[in-house]
């Protein structure tokens, strides 16, 4: 049993019809291909960015020094210990008080439970009944199906199975372009121009000088930005957070309270459709089941 599971999670994860780039012929040859076009593309890429950059100017570098001076010094501040950690523990507390004030998570817990029990209820009591009912059905179906061949003078016979029909299978027609594409895929480059960019600013000696002058400067006005408004986020999310917990406590000792008698009520209105349904199915599948035969 164990080595019939492991086939068969084998063979579900493997291909049906998968192609063979590695042929020794023409497949490897499209493979090869790819990856060459891929290769040329790479380093045309990556020498035209290193170009661009290293034709910036000064002033380009303090472009470029004061925005990422800024960002960085924002998100320093943004995130610091007198930013959003400071905010979120200043209003946690506050938020858990008023949620647990709330007067409608007691109501709303209350009325939640007593309908997702009863749905709960409703759907086991209906399966649990409903295999009964088909299993009285059926023996009554066929019970009756086999009186009225009788009756008829006809004698009781089993339908033969109906055929299973066989799984078609399909063949890809264009191997060549996809052995293509993947010795493609494997060895292109998407960071060949970030790579460019940043290799020609490195060696930019105007861009840098730009770059180190402007960036200090930026970054001391970003960051008390960011503190105070990595403070507001966090008062707000805090107090999001805390009014959730404080809700949630409340919402849920209702909801368990009124959740089993919901079940319960649901449960019996199941077992009644439940038994009336799969006695009517089986019934109908026992009596189709009977054949007469002369």
């Not at 501040?77 to 858990?96: E, K, T, V, W």
């Not at 439970?113 to 399966?127: K, L, P, Q």
């Not at 805090?238 to 406590?249: I, L, R």
């Amino acid at each position: 049993m164990r080595l019939a599971l492991l086939i068969a999670a084998t063979l579900a994860v493997v291909p049906a019809c998968e192609v063979d780039c590695f042929d020794d012929g023409p497949l490897e040859q499209a493979y090869l291909d790819g990856e060459t076009a891929a290769e040329l593309e790479n380093a045309a890429v990556y020498d035209e960015a290193y170009a661009m950059a290293r034709a910036l100017t000064r002033a380009d570098g303090e472009r470029e020094g004061d925005l990422a001076g800024y960002s960085d010094g924002y998100n320093a501040g943004y995130h610091s210990r007198d930013g959003y950690g400071a905010g979120y523990s200043a209003a946690f507390d506050l938020g858990a008080y008023d949620g647990s004030r709330d007067v409608t998570a007691c109501d709303l817990g209350r009325s939640d439970g007593s309908s997702e029990g009863d749905a709960a209820g409703h759907g086991a009591g209906y399966d649990a009944a409903w295999s009964q009912g088909w299993s009285a059905g059926y023996e009554e179906g066929v019970s009756e199906a086999q009186a009225w061949c009788s009756s008829s003078g006809l004698a009781p016979a089993a339908s033969a199975p109906a055929d299973e029909e066989e799984p078609s299978n399909s063949a890809d027609s264009e191997d060549l372009r996809e052995c293509r594409a993947r010795g493609y895929g494997l060895m292109v480059d998407l960071t060949a121009r970030s790579r460019g960019l940043t290799a020609g600013k490195r060696d930019n000696p105007e861009f840098q000088a730009g770059y180190r002058a402007a960036y200090p400067v930026a970054f001391a006005r970003g960051e008390p930005v960011g503190v105070d408004d990595g403070y507001q986020a966090g008062w707000s999310a805090g107090y999001a957070a805390g009014y959730g917990t404080g809700f949630a406590a409340i919402y849920d000792g209702c909801y368990d309270d009124a959740y089993p008698e919901g079940y319960d009520d649901g449960f019996d209105r199941g077992w009644s459709s439940g038994w009336a349904d799969g006695w009517s199915d089986g019934w109908s599948e026992g009596y189709d089941d009977v054949v007469c035969t002369g």
